[in-house]
C-alpha cells in the first residue's frame, strides 16, 4: 500500500466521519480511575495453572484485597497463600476440605466477588453459591455446561441483583495486541457497512495436552464422552460484540454438523502402540465441527471448533455489505478488502494503515506500570492485563462488566445446543433468549 496520505485509506475517512465518535465515547469512561482506596475483596476458587495466572493478577493491582483461597491440590494451596503474603497481604484462610468447600467459602467470607478456575463442571456450581451468598462471581470459560445451568445463572442473577460473567475471557480485549478491540472500533464507525456473517472458532491442535502426561489431560474425557462444539467462549468474545448480539439482535437458531472421529485414536496408537486402551478407544467427538447460528436480524455465524487434527491456528472473518476483514493470523498479519476503496479490485491490501488509524481509543488511554512476569497459564505478561483492569473497575463502580451475564451464558450455552443437534442428525435447535426480549433495547457493549 502506498505511503501517500492521500491514497485509499484517507478517502475513506470522510464518509464514514459522522458516526466516527460512537465507539470512542461509548469507551472514554473505562479509564477513568475510581479510588485505589476503595478495597476490592477476591475469593479464588482453583489455583492450577490458569487459577495461579488470575491471582498473580489480582495481587499486581493495588486495592485489591484476597482473603480467602480454596484448592482440592493441598500443595497448590499453600503455595498460593505464600504468593499472598508474599504480596504484603495478611494470610488468607483456607479452604481445601474436598470438592465442595467452595460452599462454605462463599458461606463464611466477605467478599465482592469469587473468581472461579476449577475444571469444566464446577463453573456453575461455584458461581451459583457465590451469588446465593451475596457475592458476584467471575468464570473461566465455559461459564455453563448446560441449558438449565445457564437459565438458573439468568434467574439467580435477576433474583439476588449478583452477577455471574466471562469477565476475564481475553480474546476480545488482549490478543493480537488489541487487533480485536480495533476491529470492533472500525465496525462501529462503519469501515466494513452493516456486518452479515462471521466466521471464527477454537481451532487449535491439543493432541499433545489431552493424552496421560500432557497438561491438560482432563479435555480428553470431553472427547470421548461429548460431541458438538465444546469450546465457543473464545471466538464468541469476539464475534457477540461486532454483531450486536443481546445489544440490538440475538442468536435465533443453530444446527451443528460433526465429522467422524479418527485422528485421536492414531495418534494414541503411534504414540503408545496399537495395543494400547487409547488406540481403540471410541471417541464420541468429531474431528471437526461445524455449527452455524442465524441471528433474529438475518446474520451468520460460522463457529468452527477442532482440537484433533494437525492445524495451525484458527482464523476470524467478518464480512460486511462494505468489504471484510481476515485477522491474518500466522498469515502475516491482518487484510481487509472495500469495495470501491481497496487499490486492487477483488484482491486483499494489508490492514496494517487501519489496525493504526481506527486504533482503539482504549489501547492508549491503558497504560499500567510494569511488573514482574506474571506466573501461571498465559502468563509472561509484565503489565496487568487490560481485562482485569476493567473487572476491577466495575466492582469499585458498582457495575456489571461489559460482557454481562446474559452475554456469558448466552456465549457457553452454544456447546449444549450444539451437542443437541448433533444427536438429533443435525436438525436445527431453536435458541434461547435469555434477555426475554430486552435484547431489542440493550445499548451496545461498552468498556466502562
Known amino acids: 500500500m502506498s505511503g501517500d496520505e492521500s491514497g485509499p485509506i484517507r478517502r475513506h475517512v470522510p464518509r464514514i466521519a459522522a458516526t466516527a465518535g460512537a465507539v470512542?465515547?461509548?469507551?472514554?469512561?473505562?479509564?477513568?480511575?475510581?479510588?485505589?482506596?476503595?478495597?476490592?475483596?477476591?475469593?479464588?476458587?482453583?489455583?492450577?495453572?490458569?487459577?495461579?495466572?488470575?491471582?498473580?493478577?489480582?495481587?499486581?493491582?493495588?486495592?485489591?484485597?484476597?482473603?480467602?483461597?480454596?484448592?482440592?491440590?493441598?500443595?497448590r494451596l499453600e503455595r498460593a497463600a505464600g504468593w499472598v503474603e508474599k504480596s504484603g497481604r495478611p494470610a488468607p484462610r483456607l479452604y481445601g476440605r474436598g470438592e465442595r468447600d467452595f460452599e462454605r467459602l462463599c458461606e463464611e467470607e466477605d467478599l465482592d466477588c469469587v473468581i472461579c478456575v476449577t475444571s469444566w463442571r464446577w463453573h456453575a456450581p461455584v458461581?451459583?453459591?457465590?451469588?446465593?451468598?451475596?457475592?458476584?462471581?467471575?468464570?473461566e470459560v465455559p461459564i455453563v455446561l448446560t441449558v438449565e445451568e445457564a437459565w438458573r445463572l439468568v434467574e439467580t442473577f435477576e433474583q439476588t441483583g449478583k452477577w455471574s460473567t466471562l469477565a476475564l475471557e481475553q480474546v476480545l480485549l488482549e490478543v493480537g495486541g488489541g487487533m480485536y478491540l480495533t476491529l470492533l472500533n472500525m465496525i462501529r464507525q462503519g469501515v466494513l457497512g452493516d456486518v452479515l456473517h462471521a466466521e471464527s472458532g477454537y481451532?487449535?491442535?491439543?493432541?499433545?495436552?489431552?493424552?496421560?502426561?500432557?497438561?491438560?489431560?482432563?479435555?480428553?474425557?470431553?472427547?470421548?464422552?461429548?460431541?458438538?462444539?465444546?469450546?465457543?467462549d473464545h471466538p464468541m468474545n469476539r464475534i457477540m460484540p461486532a454483531m450486536d448480539i443481546n445489544h440490538g439482535d440475538r442468536f435465533a437458531q443453530l444446527v451443528s454438523v460433526s465429522s467422524r472421529a479418527v485422528t485421536l485414536n492414531e495418534y494414541a496408537a503411534s504414540r503408545y502402540g496399537r495395543e494400547h486402551p487409547l488406540a481403540s478407544r471410541q471417541m464420541a467427538q468429531g474431528d471437526y465441527n461445524a455449527t452455524l447460528i442465524r441471528t433474529a436480524d438475518g446474520k451468520l455465524v460460522t463457529l468452527n471448533f477442532d482440537t484433533n487434527t494437525p492445524h495451525p491456528r484458527e482464523f476470524t472473518r467478518?464480512?460486511?455489505?462494505?468489504?471484510?476483514?481476515?485477522?491474518?493470523?500466522?498469515?502475516?498479519?491482518?487484510?481487509?478488502?472495500?469495495?470501491?476503496?481497496?487499490?486492487?479490485s477483488h484482491r486483499w491490501e494489508d490492514a496494517a494503515r487501519y489496525m493504526e488509524d481506527y486504533r482503539h481509543p482504549l489501547l492508549d488511554s491503558f497504560d499500567p506500570p510494569g511488573r514482574p512476569a506474571l506466573r501461571g497459564h498465559g502468563g509472561q505478561s509484565t503489565k496487568t492485563p487490560l481485562t482485569w483492569h476493567l473487572l476491577v473497575e466495575a466492582l469499585r463502580a458498582g457495575t456489571a462488566p461489559y460482557f454481562d451475564v446474559?452475554?456469558?451464558?448466552?456465549?457457553?450455552?452454544?456447546?449444549?445446543?450444539?451437542?443437541?443437534?448433533?444427536?438429533?442428525?443435525?436438525?436445527?435447535?431453536?435458541?434461547?433468549?435469555f434477555t426475554?426480549?430486552?435484547?431489542?433495547?440493550?445499548?451496545?457493549?461498552?468498556?466502562?
Not at 458461581?127 to 468464570?139: D, Q, T
Not at 470431553?222 to 462444539?229: K, S
Not at 426475554?436 to 466502562?448: E, L, V
Open 127 to 139: 458461581c451459583l453459591a457465590a451469588n446465593r451468598h451475596g457475592k458476584h462471581a467471575v468464570s
Open 24 to 75: 470512542v465515547a461509548s469507551s472514554a469512561p473505562a479509564h477513568a480511575q475510581t479510588s485505589a482506596a476503595t478495597p476490592v475483596r477476591l475469593g479464588f476458587v482453583g489455583i492450577g495453572g490458569r487459577g495461579s495466572y488470575h491471582l498473580d493478577c489480582a495481587l499486581g493491582i493495588e486495592g485489591v484485597e484476597v482473603p480467602a483461597l480454596c484448592e482440592i491440590q493441598p500443595d
Open 203 to 232: 481451532v487449535h491442535d491439543l493432541r499433545r495436552v489431552k493424552f496421560p502426561g500432557g497438561s491438560e489431560p482432563w479435555r480428553l474425557q470431553h472427547a470421548i464422552d461429548r460431541n458438538g462444539n465444546l469450546y465457543p
Open 406 to 433: 446474559y452475554d456469558s451464558v448466552t456465549s457457553s450455552v452454544i456447546s449444549p445446543l450444539s451437542e443437541q443437534s448433533v444427536a438429533r442428525g443435525s436438525r436445527p435447535v431453536d435458541f434461547p433468549d
Open 318 to 344: 467478518i464480512q460486511g455489505t462494505n468489504g471484510v476483514f481476515f485477522d491474518g493470523r500466522g498469515m502475516g498479519g491482518p487484510r481487509i478488502y472495500l469495495d470501491g476503496v481497496s487499490p486492487e
Open 436 to 448: 426475554r426480549g430486552r435484547w431489542r433495547t440493550r445499548p451496545p457493549i461498552q468498556f466502562a
